[in-house]
């Protein structure tokens, strides 16, 4: 299971003003079927199976932050509650969202972030236009 952090290390005056995703999900064929299905909508993402992995990028990360970062709830290793929590230790500003095919864990959520809001529960499947138009809807918002 390779992760892959796909970019150019040099960006161009276009990319910087896209939005950079940061998909943290087990199930590789959801990362890949999100991945191709948000790059073909001008986003820039990184994409990781191992939520281990994806903390560690994320710790490491220089010059790069993140708009959104999706997350799956059931990982194994961490769920995307876990994650999110030691990802806001390290980075407070990207909008944080999960994404499930189980119900929704908005209750769970309150007990673990009792002050905090959550951006989005994102009810897996879906398509990437649905998709793309709740992380519009997620960045306008913030913004």
Known sequence: MANRVPGAAIQTTEER?????????D??????????GLTRHGFIVDA??????????????KNVSYDIVLLDI??????G????????????????????????????????????????FLKKPMSATQLVQRIDEVTNRAN
């Open 74 to 79: 059931r990982m194994p290793k961490m769920s």
């Open 27 to 36: 199930e590789v064929d959801i990362t890949d079927a999100i991945d191709v």
């Open 48 to 61: 990781y199976n191992d939520p281990i992995a994806a903390l560690d990028h994320f710790k490491s990360k």
């Open 81 to 120: 509650f876990e994650l999110c929590k030691e990802m806001m230790k390290v980075d407070g500003q990207p909008s944080y969202c999960f994404m499930t095919a189980f119900d929704v864990y908005r209750s769970e959520f309150k007990k673990i972030f009792p002050g905090a809001i959550v951006k989005a």
């Open 17 to 25: 003003t896209l939005k950079r995703i940061l998909i943290v999900d």
